[in-house]
C-alpha cells in the first residue's frame, strides 16, 4: 500500500492460525469444522492453559504476535497496539503516545489483549521495524470462466446454521441467493449491474463476478455467506457497506470470503458491524474501515491488501496466518536480486526473496531476453528463486531480472540487477625512490593492468595526498609535486581500484635535499662532419660542481650505447666514419640530482651532393637530378638573393625534383643541404 493511517485509540493487532488448534479456538459440535481443520480467532480466552495435543472440547489462550502492518508511503499508526512487525519504505512511521510495536512477552504487556502477564512497553521493540519495505502489489486476473446471470429472486429466504435458525425474528430478505453443489446451480456467477440489495451465499467454490461493484450504503442490506459455504468476489467497482449495509460470514473463517479488487476497483470501504472476517486483495483500492465509533469496538478477522488503508474506527486487527501459509494472497518481491561484481571464471548467483503467497513461477531474463529459451551457461536453473551464473565471462555481464508468474495474479518483475565482469587492477611497475632538491618537482608514477575504469588514490604514509597548490593529479597513474619542501619527504604508495577489486602498490622513498640541480644552459648542436674528420660535442651547465657527465649513442637501430665517462662536458669522435652516424645525449649528474640534455644528430658523409641533369620544360618547369650519399637525407632549398633560402622538397638520395613554380621567378637559385636522418630520430 502507499499509505497507512490507523489512529486507533487502545486497540490491537495481533494474529492467530485458523488452520492450526494450538493457535485458533476450535468448535467442537460442527461436523464440518472439525471435518475441513480450521478454527475461529480465540475472542474470550478463559485461562492460559496451554496443551500438548488437539483437544477440541478447550480454548487456550492461543494468540500470537506475527502481525504485519507495512506500508511502502506514509503510516500513521496512532495509538494501537501491534503485536507484530511494521515495514515501512518512507522512514520511520509516527506512532502515538500509548502506541508500541513488538511481541506479546517481552514489549506489548499489561492492558492489551496480546498477553496480560508482561509489563507494558510504548514505542518500537528494536527488530520490529522494516524501513527498507518496497514491495509492488499484482494486479488480479479475472478468471476466464464461463460466467452465468445470477437469477434475482423473490421473497424471504431464512438462514440456517446446522439445524437452528440464526436470526428467527429478522430473516433477511436476498434478491440474489447463489448456490452450488447440494444446493444445486453452477460455480461461476456475474451480476452485471451495481449490487445494492442482499445476496446469499450457499455453497462451495463460487466465483462471483461484480463488474459494477457492491454499494449498500444507506441502506439495510448485507453479503451473507452461509454455513459451509466460500465465495471469491471479483469486482471492478465500489464496495461499499457503510450507513446500513454488512456482511456476515457465518463460517468465521476468512478464507471462505475473498474480495478481489480487479482494475477499477478504486475504493472499498466497510460499514460498523461487530466483527468482518474476510481476506481483501485489491492493488489499486484505499479500503477504509469506517464505523464503530466513539467508545464502540469491533474486529477485522483476516488480512487485507489494499492501495491505501484508512481506519477512522475503533478497530482491533486479527490477521489470520492460514491466508499466507494456504497461498492465497500473491507471492510479493520482498528483496530483489543485488548487483554482483565478479572475476572471470567465477559463479554468480542471483537470489529474489519472496513473501510467503501462491505458488509461482520464477522465469529469469537477461538484458531482457528469456533464459528459459538460451542455450548456454546461463539456462540451467532460470526457474528457480535462485539462479547461477557458471564460469561468468564478459558475455555475460549485463541486467538480469526476475518475473514472478501464477494463475490468479498478474507476474511481478524484479528490480534490475546488474553484472560486471571483469579482472581486478595488477600492478605491473612499481614507484620507484626519488630523490629532489628543495623547489624542483618530483613525480611518481605505476604501471597498472586490469579492466577498467580504474581510479587511483596516492597516500603519503597513511594520508591522502590531495590535489591542490602542492600536489597535481593525484587521482590517475602519475604523481606530480611541484615546488617540492623538506615536509615532502616521506613515502608515497597508492591505491588502484576498480568494480573489480584493488591492489596497492609498494611504497616509494622522496628524499628532499637543499642545493639545485644541474642546469643545461647550451645544448649540443647537430653535426655534419666529412668521412675521416673530427666530431666534437659539448654541453654547458650551470649548477652546483663536481659534475659528472655521461654521454650515450643510439646507431641506427641499436639499443642506446654508454660511450665513456669524462669529467669535461666535452666528447670527441676523431676520424669519425659511417657507422659514428646516430644520435647523441649526456646525462649531468651533481650532488643533487641529474638533467638530461635534449639530443644531437652526427651525420657523416663522404662526397658532397651534386646536381646533374638539367632540364627545362615547355610549361616553365625546371627540372634536375641530386645525388649524394645513399641513406642520408636532402633538402633542396631555393633563393632569389643567395641570403634567404626557402625549403622546397627532402627526400633520400637520389632523386629527381621538378620546380613546378619556377615559371613564376625571373630567376631562382638552387641548392642541396645534408638533414639529420630521421631513422636516427627517436
Known sequence: MTNLTLPGNNVTADSFDSNDPYHSTWQTNYTFRRTNFYGYYPTNPSSLTSIAA????????????????????????????????LGSGSGVPSIGPNGAVGDNVNWIGTGTTCDPRTPANSGIQPGHLNTSFNVALPDVKLPTNSWTTAPIRSGAQRITYGTTNVDPNAPYLFSYVITNGAYGGTTNYT?????????LIKGTNINLYLPAGLNFHGAI????????????????GLIDTSGGGSINNITRYAPAFRIYGLPGCTQIIFGGQPVLTTFVYTPEAEVDLAGGGGSNYYDFVGALYGNGIKMTSNLNLHYD????????????ITKSPTNRVVNPGSNVT??????????VTCCWYFNQTNLLFTRSNLAANVTNASFTVTNAQVTNAGNY?????????????????????????????????????IGSTATFSVAVTGDGPLTYQWFKGTNVVSNGTNAIVTTNSVLTLPNV??????????????????????????????????????????????AGGTAIFSVTVTGTPPFSYQWFSYKWAGPWFETGTTNVPIWTINSVQSINTGIYHVIVTDAFGSVTSSWAHLVIYTNFPTIDIANTFTQGNFQFHITGEPELYYAVQSSTNFVNWVPLYTNVSSFYFTDVTSNLFP????????????????
Open 54 to 85: 488437539p483437544d477440541y472440547t478447550t480454548e487456550p489462550y492461543m494468540r500470537k504476535d506475527n502481525a504485519y502492518i507495512e506500508s511502502v508511503g506514509s503510516m500513521s499508526v496512532g495509538n494501537l497496539d501491534i503485536c507484530g512487525y
Open 191 to 199: 451480476i452485471s449491474a451495481q449490487v445494492s440489495d442482499s445476496v
Open 221 to 236: 442490506a448485507t453479503v451473507w455467506i452461509d454455513t459451509n459455504s466460500d465465495v471469491k468476489i471479483y469486482t471492478a
Open 321 to 332: 496466518e492460514a491466508i499466507t501459509l494456504q497461498g492465497l494472497c500473491p507471492k510479493l
Open 350 to 359: 542471483f537470489t529474489v526473496e519472496m513473501s510467503q503467497g501462491s505458488p
Open 401 to 437: 531480472t526476475v518475473v514472478l508468474s501464477n494463475a490468479l495474479f498478474t507476474s511481478i518483475t524484479s528490480s534490475i540487477a546488474t553484472l560486471l565482469v571483469g579482472s581486478p587492477p595488477m600492478i605491473t611497475a612499481q614507484p620507484t625512490n626519488q630523490t629532489v632538491t
Open 485 to 530: 619542501q623538506t615536509n615532502r619527504a616521506g613515502t608515497y604508495s597508492v591505491t588502484v581500484s576498480s568494480a573489480f577489486g584493488s591492489t596497492n602498490s609498494a611504497g616509494a622513498l622522496l628524499t628532499v635535499m637543499p642545493g639545485n640541480l644541474p642546469v643545461i644552459i647550451v645544448q649540443p648542436t647537430n653535426l655534419f662532419v666529412h
Open 667 to 682: 630567376y631562382r637559385f638552387y641548392r642541396v643541404a645534408i638533414l639529420p636522418s630521421p631513422p636516427f630520430e627517436r
